[in-house]
């Protein structure tokens, strides 16, 4: 069993929420996703390790960590944002390299992201995992580091 953490503050809400149908329709895999909060005055989020394991995927709008028990998970940082080319993002690891849960990986700006008319939500993904095979989480505010759910 792995716990996996929010790897960013905000809402927690089912991945039925996010606007895209591959993560919504639960084709990456199953799991939740968190609307991240504004930071105040204009600052960055910060998204951190879900799990304690190895970066196998490091990019300005994702990671994936597979976990010290062989579960990779996805963190994806808003929706489509592989369009903006890394701008809004700073990279804070490396990929190959060994974390430990709440490691953070990624800063980003929710408010940029927003502003240009994307979805800043983020799905937490269970890669390869069973549609369904996650429950909807109950949606409730989260911080960064705060469980979510258990593989």
Same mark, same amino acid.
């Given at each position: 069993?792995?716990?996996?953490?929010?790897?960013? $503050?905000? #809402?927690?809400?089912?991945?039925?929420?996010?606007?895209d149908q591959v993560f919504?329709?639960?084709?990456?895999?199953?799991?939740?996703?968190?609307?991240?909060?504004?930071?105040?005055?204009?600052?960055?989020?910060?998204?951190?390790?879900?799990?304690?394991?190895?970066?196998?995927?490091?990019?300005?709008?994702?990671?994936?960590?597979?976990?010290?028990?062989?579960?990779?998970v996805l963190v994806h940082?808003?929706?489509?944002?592989?369009?903006?080319?890394?701008?809004?993002?700073?990279?804070? $690891?490396?990929?190959?390299?060994?974390?430990?849960?709440?490691?953070?990986?990624?800063?980003?700006?929710?408010?940029?992201? #927003?502003?240009?008319?994307?979805?800043?939500?983020?799905?937490?993904?269970?890669?390869?995992?069973?549609?369904?095979?996650?429950?909807?989480?109950?949606?409730?505010?989260?911080?960064?580091?705060?469980?979510?759910?258990?593989?």
């Amino acid at each position: 069993m792995t716990d996996v953490l929010a790897p960013v $503050a905000g #809402r927690l809400v089912p991945l039925s929420a996010v606007p895209d149908q591959v993560f919504a329709g639960q084709m990456v895999g199953s799991g939740v996703a968190i609307e991240p909060a504004a930071p105040g005055d204009g600052a960055d989020a910060v998204v951190v390790s879900p799990v304690a394991g190895t970066v196998l995927k490091l990019h300005p709008h994702a990671a994936i960590v597979l976990g010290d028990g062989g579960v990779g998970v996805l963190v994806h940082v808003g929706i489509d944002t592989v369009n903006l080319n890394g701008e809004g993002f700073t990279v804070l $690891a490396v990929e190959k390299a060994k974390v430990a849960a709440g490691d953070p990986l990624i800063a980003f700006s929710p408010s940029m992201i #927003r502003e240009r008319g994307l979805s800043a939500i983020c799905p937490v993904v269970v890669m390869d995992s069973k549609p369904g095979s996650i429950a909807d989480p109950k949606e409730a505010d989260v911080a960064a580091g705060d469980p979510i759910f258990v593989v």
